[in-house]
Each structure stands twice: as C-alpha cells, then as structure tokens.
C-alpha cells in the first residue's frame, strides 16, 4: 500500500509532465517541419484539392491534412462524441497548427476545446477557401519557435 505522502508526490509529478506537455505543444517548430490541418469530412476534399494545387509547402513548413470523421447525425443534430474525440484528436498532435469545419452546432463543442490547445478553429462553408486561409497563415509563421501560436495570431488578424 503506498503511503498518502507517496500518492501525493506522484499526482504532482503526474501534473507536472502535463503542464510541460502542454507548453511544449505546437513549439520548437524549425524549418522544413511538418504541420497538420485537421479538417472536417465535407470540407476536405476541397481542402486537399487547394493544397494540391498550392503545392504541399507552405512558407517553410510541409503541410498536411487530417480529414476528421463526420459530426452530423443522421436525423440531424450533432454526434458529441464523435465531435469530442476529432477535437481531442487534433490537440493531442503536436503538429496542429489548425482545424477547418463549417459553421454550425458542432463548433459550439469543438472550439472550447481547441481553444485551451491554442488550435485555432477556422470556420468556412468552402474547403477551398477555408484551406487558402489556413496556408496563408502558416506562410506567414515563419519558423519561430512556436508555429502554432504565429498561425493562430495570423488568423486573428486576418
């Protein structure tokens, strides 16, 4: 049996990596890295047509696209944890630099929990242009140390 003050080491130490792991999210980026756009299912065909067509290089970063799963309920509606589990997906890969979905009832859900990643949520109801946003803003990340924040700080302003 471990003793209350070893239970509470250890819950330290366990909040300790977690936080460092947080911060260590989307930074120490260098040229030529990958980044990744997570994008919803009705929107990436498009989005991975405009980035073929751009070229897979943007600025000094290798672009790629996760196509996420679909949200939409059959009936209508929102899938929660379908929409959960593609956010949580995206903050868990360190090479996120956004997600595109359209405008609707899942990004209520979905943008909280980018948010606390500092994963801009980019909504557009065209893939193709939505995806254009996303690749203008990595190319003008540069290859700071945190991509991530720089492509968040590019789409706010923009």
């Not at 330290?12 to 040229?31: F, M, W, Y």
């Not at 990958?34 to 000094?60: D, F």
């Amino acid at each position: 049996m471990r003793s209350p003050k070893s239970s509470s080491v250890e819950r330290v130490a366990a909040a300790l990596l977690v936080t460092v792991g947080l911060a260590a999210c989307g930074g120490g980026d260098a040229s030529g890295a990958r980044v990744t756009v997570y994008v919803a299912k009705p929107l990436c065909a498009a989005a991975k047509a405009e980035l073929s067509t751009h070229g897979a290089t943007a600025g000094s970063f290798k672009v790629a696209i996760d196509c996420l799963a679909a949200t939409e309920k059959a009936g209508g509606g929102v899938d929660l944890a379908t929409d959960g589990s593609n956010s949580r997906r995206a903050t868990e890969d360190s090479s996120a630099v956004a997600t595109l979905e359209e405008a609707g009832p899942a990004t209520k859900f979905s943008r909280p929990i980018l948010e606390t990643a500092g994963i801009p949520l980019v909504t557009s109801a065209s893939g193709q242009s939505g995806m254009k946003r996303v690749i203008g803003a990595i190319e003008s990340a540069g290859s700071g140390d945190n991509v991530r924040e720089a492509v968040a700080n590019s789409l706010e302003s923009s």
